[in-house]
């Protein structure tokens, strides 16, 4: 049984940061992609199984940073210069594959997801 649980949520000025963690028990967390979604599942960014690749949304180029410890099963969504749009619940996923052609791909080959944690940024 997969279990992803978010971590790092809360209320943040516009112009601040956070720090999204998502820990994944169940299965080789190095074997699979993982993602970052938030509201409707909006796609908001993508790692490959090594971190070797990243894939980030329009709306959030140059401001949040994916990254991965396979060593601690985990994935981390740096989020910096946070604006009032940014706020959502936000959903950390498991790809099927390790690896993606293109990791755009990995919005509709989800095979586990997390419960969410609110961001709120407001002032």
């Known amino acids: 049984q997969v279990q992803l649980v978010e971590s790092g949520g809360g209320l943040v000025q516009p112009g601040g940061s956070l720090r999204l963690s998502c820990v994944v028990s169940?299965?080789?967390?190095?074997?699979?992609?993982m993602g970052w979604f938030r509201k409707e599942r909006e796609f908001v960014a993508a790692i490959s199984w090594s971190?070797?690749?990243?894939y980030y949304t329009d709306s959030v180029k140059g401001r949040f940073t994916i990254s991965r410890d396979n060593a601690k099963n985990t994935v981390y969504l740096q989020m910096n210069s946070l604006k009032p749009e940014d706020t959502a619940v936000y959903y950390c996923?498991?790809?099927?594959?390790?690896?993606?052609?293109?990791?755009?791909?990995?919005?509709?080959?989800?095979?586990?997801w997390g419960q969410g944690t609110q961001v709120t940024v407001s002032s």
């Open positions: 169940g299965g080789t967390f190095s074997n699979y992609a």
């Open positions: 996923a498991r790809g099927f594959y390790g690896s993606y052609s293109d990791l755009r791909l990995l919005r509709t080959s989800i095979g586990s």
């Open positions: 971190g070797a690749n990243t």
